[in-house]
């Protein structure tokens, strides 16, 4: 394993944060009218997709730089499943909870069928079995699985030459096309996440075998340490935002923040104050439990809206609702990632991965 970029992780928890606010701006519960527009802002799912694959190829690329072992494929597979699994499983259990209270009062679990459940728990419901999603974000997490069990060839192919990474760009950059021009996103070109079809797969191989990719071609560059790399990360993080303020088409999004998080792992100045500082990296921790727990809390938040619209008006009583419910939703995920990732991770580890007493 390498050693942590600080700044990656931070990027990833401001994607999560992101992620977080931009599900509250557009509930539908409590009828709110919402005063931010945070159009696009789901794209920061597909950080996380280039994110892992670049993650994954910066740690792994020499284990599986030659002949992928059946020992070495089970030791990051049991490694993945204990790094997001325990999580998941507990804060599912805790929706299912809710659903079967009727905490939110509208018969969610009428629509939820046994194969629903069946597949939630096993992490396949976008898989293109149509089944729905009980923690709705977790759509991304289960086709990362995807991922993941391709990960060791993915390597082998992709992380060979700069040809072979050259073409996966560019063959990456054409599916994302593709699921764009699909006509099944939710909220946008690339708001793809139904598992009616095979397009949500798609859309996060693309962003994992870009990420992968990115790795090999910025490993095996200048931009390793290329002391303009804070600039170009810079110019990168303005056109995504430039792009965003116009409408630009999602795929125009899409290629700055692939080039963003590339050149977020090169050390710079602006890379470590913009996401290697504390609260960045502290958020970037927590991310997976807040990407997964942060939806259970906006039903509850919204209510405050009315109640502190007589006090103070609407507008502060909107922003007070959407500061106190990512506060809270990032104080719950510290504690999720302190009891159901270290913990439960570190003692499976323990007594799953130790190895074998030596033979008298």
Request: charged share 10%.
């Amino acid at each position: 394993m390498t050693k942590e970029l600080k700044p990656l992780t931070g990027i990833r928890g401001i994607a999560a944060l992101l992620i977080a606010a931009y599900h509250f701006s557009t509930t539908k519960t409590g009828n709110l009218h919402n005063l931010i527009s945070l159009d696009g802002a789901y794209l920061a799912v597909d950080a996380f997709f280039i994110l892992s694959g670049f993650v994954l190829a910066l740690s792994y690329a020499r284990s599986f730089s030659g002949v992928i072992t059946g020992e070495n494929y089970r030791s990051f597979l049991l490694k993945r499943f204990f790094r997001i699994y325990p999580a998941y499983f507990c804060i599912l259990l805790i929706y299912v909870a809710k659903i079967t209270v009727n905490i939110s009062g509208d018969g969610a679990g009428a629509k939820f069928t046994t194969t629903d459940y069946f597949s939630n728990f096993l992490m396949l419901n976008t898989w293109a079995i149509d089944a729905k999603a009980i923690i709705g974000p977790s759509w991304s997490v289960c086709v990362e699985i995807f991922c993941y069990l391709l990960f060791p060839l993915l390597i082998m192919i992709i992380a060979r030459s700069r040809p072979s990474a050259l073409l996966t760009m560019l063959i990456g950059f054409i599916g994302i096309i593709v699921v764009s021009r699909s006509g099944e996103g939710a909220g946008g070109e690339l708001d793809v996440v139904f598992g009616n079809t095979f397009y949500p797969v798609l859309r996060a191989l693309c962003g994992f075998s870009i990420g992968i990719a990115g790795f090999y071609l910025w490993a095996n560059s200048r931009l390793v340490s290329d002391t303009k790399s804070g600039t170009y990360l810079c110019v990168a993080l303005v056109g995504l935002g430039l792009a965003a303020a116009i409408g630009a088409p999602d795929i125009a999004l899409y290629v700055f923040i692939a080039a963003a998080v590339i050149l977020t792992a090169t050390p710079s100045s602006a890379s470590q104050m913009l996401f290697g500082n504390p609260v960045s990296h502290f958020l970037g921790k927590v991310s997976y439990s807040l990407y997964l727990i942060h939806s259970l809390l906006i039903t509850v938040f919204v209510k405050l809206v009315p109640l502190l619209t007589t006090k103070i008006g609407y507008p502060a009583a909107y922003f007070s609702a959407l500061l106190i419910y990512l506060v809270f939703s990032v104080a719950c995920a510290s504690v999720s990632y302190s009891l159901f990732e270290v913990r439960a991770r570190k003692f499976l580890e323990k007594v799953v991965l130790r190895p074998a007493p030596a033979i008298a």
